[in-house]
């Protein structure tokens, strides 16, 4: 199938939602199950309305006056005159891209051929050029408050980025095999060869068992009867070990055919170094379940970052973009100004990382996390390493801080890389009590980053940089680290 070409009459088919390869005729899901798909019900029928977009909104979609009405239209650019289809439900109004009547010139093809049904990436529609370009110009709006970030951090090659992967199983309307990924807002699978962002040699593992599969009796599982085998395939690649990990998420803890399974991924993928089955039986869209069995290999991989051995689990958090997660920690550890003397704390700590990558240029590091399973891998880590300056503790980080503060304890620098949803009053609190000289924000989510830094301002830092780093090019999602000093301290701008 030739590529489309943008030229005036570029169109949106809702079978073509945001990511991926275009499916063969044989792979295409029959008509009543693309309409359950593609068509989903809707009080009334649409509106076709023409719209000039004026803007992005931070998820990257097109912002257009209608009515008296805002829209937020994915895959539409700036600038760009187009029809939409606006639909009522209730109070509510969405709107969709049907036709691009003028394109901008940051238009592109989109490379990946599943783009306009995955979800997963949201601006291949754009250059790469202009993808840097509204990463910016959001991260620089967000943070207008406090000062201008630094130019966003970029690749060079934007694609084989992820060194993990998650592929669903399921069976077509013929009950043929397949595998891939969700389409957007539905629990309907995809099918797909390959991912244009994950790592080139899990898809190719992928489609071995794939194949395997169609020519054995392993079958998928079926979210509906609840019968079947396979749910899951995840994979962990070590960009810099070049080890490889394969989870096998089943329902079901009998694997039947496991030897001529494992005889035949094994001579087909020698590079796999272990194998582990994660019996899942739950009915829930949490890919990994509780029961963990290794089947081959230590059930671990193991993978280097920023110099340091860190050995990764198949629940391990471990950066997705190793390559951008050294400049990322390179420029936090330039922030803290680490002379070898200094008291580091470690909020959020996962499997030590970030705090281990310091402990060679701090003179003590405290990591405090809330999980476990991470805090036990980072113990292993430090002493992996042969780090003798870090120590890590299970509990709440906010918590430990308030003791510290009381004991009359000091910490000269606070680390933090918390989750999505940002920190909360309480832990933003133990840290103003604390008073380190110097604060590291580590955010995946610079809306909440702002709002915490509005309360670290309010509590007697200011902010001295902001340095936007692009982890996960081809999406909106955008990387920050912020530096925060104590107000009265003297400063290195």
């Known amino acids: 199938m030739s590529k489309r070409k943008n030229k005036g009459n570029w169109k949106s088919k809702r079978s073509e939602r945001p990511y991926g390869k275009k499916n063969s005729l044989k792979d295409r899901p029959s008509k009543k199950k693309r309409k359950e798909v593609d068509a989903p019900r809707r009080h009334k029928e649409p509106i076709t309305a023409e719209v000039t977009c004026s803007g992005l909104t931070n998820e990257g979609k097109g912002i257009a006056e209608w009515k008296g009405k805002q829209l ?24 969709e891209l049907k036709r691009v009547i003028t394109p901008a010139k940051e238009r592109v093809d989109p490379p990946c051929p599943y783009y306009y049904k995955c979800g997963g990436c949201q601006l291949q529609h754009m250059s790469n050029q202009a993808q840097s370009r509204f990463k910016q110009d959001t991260i620089d709006t967000l943070m207008e408050p406090f000062l201008k970030p630094k130019p966003i951090m970029t690749m060079d090659h934007p694609y084989d980025y992820r060194n993990k992967s998650h592929t669903t199983f399921g069976l077509n309307h013929k009950r043929q095999v397949i595998g891939g990924l969700y389409a957007l807002n539905t629990h309907e699978i995809i099918p797909m060869d390959q991912c244009l962002i994950h790592d ?84 829930t869209s949490v890919v990994l379940g509780d029961q963990e069995e290794v089947l081959f290999g230590k059930g671990t991989i193991t993978d280097i970052l920023c110099g340091l051995k860190f050995e990764i689990s198949a ?78 503790y299970h509990g709440d980080a906010g918590e430990f801080m308030v ?28 840290v103003a009590k604390l008073q380190p000289k110097r604060i590291v924000y580590v955010s995946c989510n610079p809306e909440t980053q702002v709002r915490d830094l509005k309360y670290l301002v309010e509590n007697g830092y200011e902010v001295e940089g902001i340095q936007p780093v692009d982890m996960f090019p081809q999406t909106f999602h955008i990387e920050s680290v912020a530096k925060l000093v104590l107000k009265g301290e003297p400063t290195n701008k």
Do not use: W
């Not at 239209?73 to 509510?92: D, Q, T, Y």
């Not at 606070?414 to 999505?420: C, F, K, N």
């Open 315 to 392: 629940k391990s958090f471990y950066q997705i973009n190793p390559l951008q997660t050294e400049h990322l920690y390179g420029k936090a550890i330039e922030m803290a100004e680490l002379t070898g003397k200094e008291t580091v704390v470690d909020a959020y700590c996962g499997i030590g990382t970030i705090g281990l990558v310091a402990s060679r240029k701090a003179g003590k590091v405290i990591g405090v996390e809330m999980n476990k399973d991470a805090v036990r891998d980072a113990i292993q880590n430090s002493k992996r390493n042969g780090v003798k300056n870090a120590r890590f």
């Open 403 to 430: 003791e510290m503060a009381k004991r009359g304890d000091k910490a000269d620098v606070v680390i933090m890389d918390p989750p999505r949803s940002g920190s909360d009053e309480a832990f933003l609190s133990s």
């Open 200 to 283: 080139p040699k899990a898809d190719e593992i992928v489609e071995t068992i794939r194949d395997y599969m169609k020519n054995s009796k392993m079958q998928p599982y079926n979210e509906d009867t609840g019968q079947g085998f396979l749910r899951h395939v995840l994979i962990k690649v070590g960009k810099v070990s070049g080890e490889i990990m394969l989870v096998l998420v089943a329902a079901s803890s009998e694997f039947k055919g496991k030897r001529n399974f494992m005889k035949a991924i094994r001579k087909a993928h020698p590079e796999i170094t272990t194998i582990l089955l994660n019996v899942n039986r739950r009915d």
């Open 72 to 95: 937020e239209i994915p895959l539409l650019l700036p600038g760009e005159k187009a029809e939409v289809n606006v639909f009522h439900k209730g109070r509510f109004v969405n709107a």
